[in-house]
Nanobody, 124 residues
Framework: QVQLVESGGGLVQAGGSLRLSCAASGRTLSSFAMGWFRQAPGQEREFVAG????????YYSHSVKGRFTITRDNAKNTVYLQMNSLKPEDMAGYYC?????????????????WGQGTQVTVSS
């Protein structure tokens, strides 16, 4: 059974940075695409970033492109989300997800496994 555990969330001032980590256990994630999603109170879950199985392709939502960077280290079974120039509107619970495919899917329903989430709070 795949377990995904996020870490790295916390409280930062606007303009600051955080790096989120998602560590997998139970099996290696080296063959599968990974993604980050977020959900703010009263809002729908939103795709943030995705990365193909070998890191060759990355995708970002318009709101974070140029500020966030998704990377992965398959040897460590970990995916990261570097968040720079944080804004108050970035405040949300952030969730790591895995899809049983090599490439990032176009539909959110394809994502199979989810972590418990880590909270990111940005003060103005």
């Amino acid at each position: 059974q795949v377990q995904l555990v996020e870490s790295g969330g916390g409280l930062v001032q606007a303009g600051g940075s955080l790096r989120l980590s998602c560590a997998a256990s139970g099996r290696t994630l080296s063959s599968f695409a990974m993604g980050w999603f977020r959900q703010a109170p009263g809002q729908e879950r939103e795709f943030v970033a995705g990365i193909s199985w070998n890191g060759g392709n990355t995708y970002y939502s318009h709101s974070v492109k140029g500020r966030f960077t998704i990377t992965r280290d398959n040897a460590k079974n970990t995916v990261y989300l570097q968040m720079n120039s944080l804004k108050p509107e970035d405040m949300a619970g952030y969730y790591c997800a895995e899809v049983p495919a090599r490439e990032v899917p176009t539909t959110e329903g394809a994502w199979r496994y989810w972590g418990q989430g880590t909270q990111v709070t940005v003060s103005s």
